[in-house]
């Protein structure tokens, strides 16, 4: 069974700071992909940032720049550091396993709630 547990999430003002964290288990963790995807309301599900088992990450072009991603397998723990948040970076942030870079190796946390207030 594969599990991925977020946690991390909360209410933080404009221009203030966040790290999420994904840990995951029942899998093998290092040679997979890992990616952070958020959902606002009423908009579709975006992937905001990937991390490759190489460490190489990948960002969108909105958060570039203010958000990090970075992963422990020794922990089996994915992290996304969000600095200098805006309001619209509200948003249900979601862990990902595997990214479905191989196929059905693609799995989803519950998501954990991130809220900037202005």
């Known amino acids: 069974q594969v599990q991925l547990v977020e946690s991390g999430g909360g209410l933080v003002q404009s221009g203030g700071s966040l790290r999420l964290s994904c840990r995951v288990s029942?899998?093998?963790?290092?040679?997979?992909?890992m990616g952070w995807h958020r959902q606002a309301p009423g908009k579709q599900r975006e992937l905001v940032a990937s991390?490759?088992?190489?460490?190489?990450?990948y960002y969108a072009d909105s958060v570039k720049g203010r958000f990090t991603i970075s992963r422990d397998n020794t922990k089996n723990t994915v992290f996304l550091q969000l600095n200098s948040l805006k309001t619209e970076d509200t948003a249900v942030y979601y862990c990902?396993?595997?990214?479905?870079?191989?196929?059905?190796?693609?799995?989803w946390g519950q998501g954990t709630q991130v809220t900037v207030s202005s």
């Open positions: 029942g899998t093998i963790f290092n040679i997979y992909a």
């Open positions: 990902n396993y595997g990214l479905g870079i191989i196929p059905d190796r693609n799995y």
């Open positions: 991390i490759a088992p190489d460490d190489t990450p």
